[in-house]
């Protein structure tokens, strides 16, 4: 299983960009995708992770109304559309994925994830 992260840069305040995350050995139409987020200097961190059986997205607070998570299941592809960026959303982003259904008090843990990409760089500036 591979998954390949894309779609960083650099931008200006209240500009977009979209990631995407292509996935080769794995189906995104079940289990559960994940964003996750490591700034310099912090812990990785939850941005937004969806359960495709079910439905169902979740934002991390901060992102919420500015990204969304999609799929283009033809190219076994998500995407993070992120809109208005500001500064505080400068960090490398990763794509997680797990074929398990995670349950919502487990979805925001990037130990329950099994599979990575390698990250990308995203530098929003004021």
């Known amino acids: 299983v591979q998954l390949q992260a894309s779609g960083g840069g650099s931008v200006q305040a209240g500009g977009s960009l979209r990631l995407t995350c292509a996935a080769s050995?794995?189906?995104?139409?079940?289990?559960?995708v994940g964003w996750f987020r490591q700034a310099p200097g912090k812990e990785r961190e939850f941005v937004a992770v969806r359960r495709w059986q079910f439905s169902t997205t979740y934002y991390k607070d901060s992102v919420k109304g500015r990204f969304t998570l999609s799929r283009d299941d033809a190219k076994n592809t998500v995407f993070l559309q992120m809109n208005s960026l500001k500064p505080e959303d400068t960090a490398t982003y990763y794509c997680a994925a797990t074929p398990t259904n995670l349950i919502s008090s487990e979805q925001r843990n990037d130990f329950r994830y099994d599979y990575w990409g390698q990250g990308t760089q995203v530098t929003v500036s004021s």
């Open positions: 050995g794995l189906t995104f139409s079940s289990g559960t």
